[in-house]
């Protein structure tokens, strides 16, 4: 049975303290606050394969970005296509962002999680449309339970921050970042044009490699992982996600309706489709559930989501490709902005039904 109490109130107290969850590790705590517990019937569901061989999401060689000939292209589309249709999620190499870049972004990223909290408390803020903000559980006032989770958020591009406007800390490494992420976006998004059967430049020329923002998590060491989650079960809204994880683990991705492990790989980077990307293919490309479980290590985790879709607010409109439609397959989708999708995924949270639902025909 759900607990009852004052939830919303306990809520507020602790968004109000602007400590985040880190705060709370800090303060010494053995037991998770009750915002945090989420149903058991969530918490042990983890089916794996009856079989002992173990599922591994694909990894795609992109040779630096530099294609040798046409059929080194033209056979990493095929594996591109076919990581998308099979598991929504791929894991990236040779991808041309130098892993000292990589190991800086996170130094960078724990570095701010872990300064001083009066500091990080300049930047606490549940506003949308800000384009640097520290908070934690983004949807915490929409979900059923919180998440053992803080973020850093930051809008990258297409308006490029000036240094001084991002935390002093990390500011320097998440601008170098972007600018090779940004190229790593362009190349990705010609290589599923290609997969979805389109030229090259479709999806840039919709605007679809143009925006960027970070999401930085700190996982912190949860006392008590197996009554919460790091992040819940969900699909991200973006066109496209570009995850950096460090060594600790625990991301999952489901698939053929069991969770599987997305093991760390400090040269790789994790690519997953988004609900923009699923609406406009008109489902020929999916994006997939996933979920982060509470961190049981000592140490904290880190990860950098780069969440390629547009700022808010934002009306430019997006449907089905009228390429990918046809009259024996019709648009399965209404038309809609960013800005609509992203107001529908806070007001449901991130435990809700698939908010793609809400725009289907
Ligand atoms: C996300 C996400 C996974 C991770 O930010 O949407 O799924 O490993 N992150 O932090
Ligand atoms: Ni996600």
Redesign the pocket.
């Known amino acids: 049975m759900a607990e009852t109490y004052d939830r919303v109130g306990e809520v507020k107290a602790f968004d109000e303290m602007k400590i985040g969850v880190k705060g709370l590790v800090d303060a010494g705590i053995t037991q998770i606050p009750r915002i945090f517990h989420h149903p058991p019937h969530v918490t042990v569901t983890n089916p794996t394969k009856p079989s002992s061989t173990v599922v591994m999401i694909p990894t795609i060689d992109l040779g630096g970005g530099t294609f040798e000939s046409t059929v080194t292209r033209e056979s990493v589309v095929v594996k591109v296509r076919e990581a998308v249709e099979k598991f929504g999620f791929f894991q990236v190499i040779n991808h041309g962002i130098p892993v000292d870049v990589m190991e800086k972004m996170k130094d960078g990223i724990r570095g701010f999680h872990e300064q001083d909290a009066d500091v990080k408390k300049g930047f606490y803020s549940r506003d949308i449309t800000k384009k640097v903000k520290y908070n934690t559980n983004f949807d915490l006032y929409s979900s059923q339970a919180a998440n053992w989770r803080d973020t850093l958020t930051t809008v990258m591009a297409p308006d490029v921050p000036h240094a001084e406007d991002l935390p002093k800390i990390c500011g320097n490494i998440m601008l170098e970042y972007s600018k090779q992420m940004m190229k790593l976006g362009e190349l990705i998004f010609e290589l599923l044009s290609e997969a979805l059967g389109l030229k090259p430049n479709h999806l840039k020329e919709l605007d679809c490699a143009k925006s960027l923002s970070l999401?930085s998590?700190y996982?912190p060491p949860c006392p008590e992982p197996d009554r919460t989650f790091?992040?819940s079960s969900?699909t991200?809204i973006s066109f496209i996600?570009i995850?950096l994880?460090d060594h600790i683990g625990?991301?999952q991705v489901l698939h053929d309706g069991c969770w599987i492990d997305v093991p760390p790989n400090p040269k790789a980077l994790i690519v997953n489709l988004g609900d923009l990307l699923q609406l406009i293919s008109n489902d020929k490309f999916v994006s997939v559930e996933?979920?982060?479980l509470a961190n049981r290590s000592e140490e904290p985790r880190i990860?950098i989501?780069s969440?390629f879709m547009h700022t808010i607010p934002n009306e430019q409109v997006y449907g089905p490709i009228k390429e990918l439609v046809s009259k024996q397959n019709p648009p399965k989708y209404r038309e809609t902005t960013t800005t609509e999708m992203a107001k529908h995924y806070l007001a449901r949270g991130l435990d809700g039904a698939s908010p793609l639902l809400h725009f289907r025909i």
Request: proline letters at 0%.
């Open positions: 999401l998590h996982y790091g992040i969900h991200d996600t995850l994880q625990g991301l996933h979920r982060v990860s989501a969440f």
